[in-house]
């Protein structure tokens, strides 16, 4: 079974406009973190935001927020007020405790911001 | 955020031929670093975790003979692709983790081309 799933491979929003990645996870570890990095065509991994899973309140940075509903094992992630250069594309990742500090990625979704 | 860096950005090589990737952390000293393979439009794959003076653990499937990992401080792992062939061909990135921290941050990766 898939640990990470994106199910959006392309997402469009227009500029200033809020958007929402979906990812949903798969784990049994009790503790787990969650993560969210941005790949432009360029290649390098930005990281944006990261949700621990006892962490109480949703992570926040910027104009990116981070859904956490655990019971759901989504971890959502809202861009408020798109710009041109948030056009990419969009990683969820998660790290669990019993994998020790490897990542996997889910597929990606590919964010254009239209103008 | 802390900074990675890898060198070279670009490579072209003949098939046959060994080619030398660093990856360094340039503020921080990395306890672990990770090196990832990724294939146009999909996501990444982890080929190994390279800890500090020890030697590296490879995912399932990464041949350890032809992708060799050094971590020979705790600001440097290289990765060397030994006689390359054409399906070496990728975009590969690393990434390091501050101490027991959670987050992974990536250099900005080397597209190798083997013809």
């Known amino acids: 079974a898939q640990k990470i799933t994106q199910t959006q491979p392309g997402m469009f929003v227009q500029e200033k406009e809020a958007v929402t990645l979906d990812c949903t996870y798969d784990t049994s570890d009790p503790s787990y973190g969650l993560f969210w990095y941005k790949q432009p065509s360029s290649g390098e991994m930005i990281f944006l935001i990261y949700q621990g899973s006892y962490d109480q309140q949703n992570a926040t940075e910027g104009r990116y927020s981070l859904n956490f509903q655990k019971a759901r094992k989504s971890a959502n992630l809202v861009i408020s007020a798109s710009q041109l250069g948030d056009s990419a594309m969009y990683f969820c990742a998660m790290r669990e405790e019993t994998s020790g500090s490897r990542l996997t990625f889910g597929e990606g979704t590919q964010l254009t911001v239209n103008p | 955020g802390a900074v990675v860096s890898q060198h070279p950005s670009r490579v072209i090589c003949k098939s046959g031929t060994s080619v030398k990737i660093e990856c360094r952390s340039l503020?921080?000293?990395?306890?672990?670093m990770f090196w990832y393979r990724q294939f146009p439009k999909q996501s990444l794959m982890l080929m190994a975790t390279?800890?500090?003076?020890?030697?590296?653990?490879?995912e399932q499937g990464v041949e350890k003979d032809k992708f060799l990992i050094n971590h020979a401080s705790l600001t440097l792992s290289t990765l060397t692709v030994t006689s390359a062939h054409p399906e070496d061909s990728s975009f590969y990135i690393c990434?390091?983790?501050?101490?027991?921290?959670?987050?992974?941050?990536f250099g900005p990766g080397t597209r190798l081309l083997v013809l």
């Open positions: 503020d921080f000293q990395a306890t672990t």
């Open positions: 390279s800890n500090e003076g020890s030697k590296a653990t490879y």
């Open positions: 990434s390091a983790r501050v101490g027991g921290a959670a987050t992974q941050y």
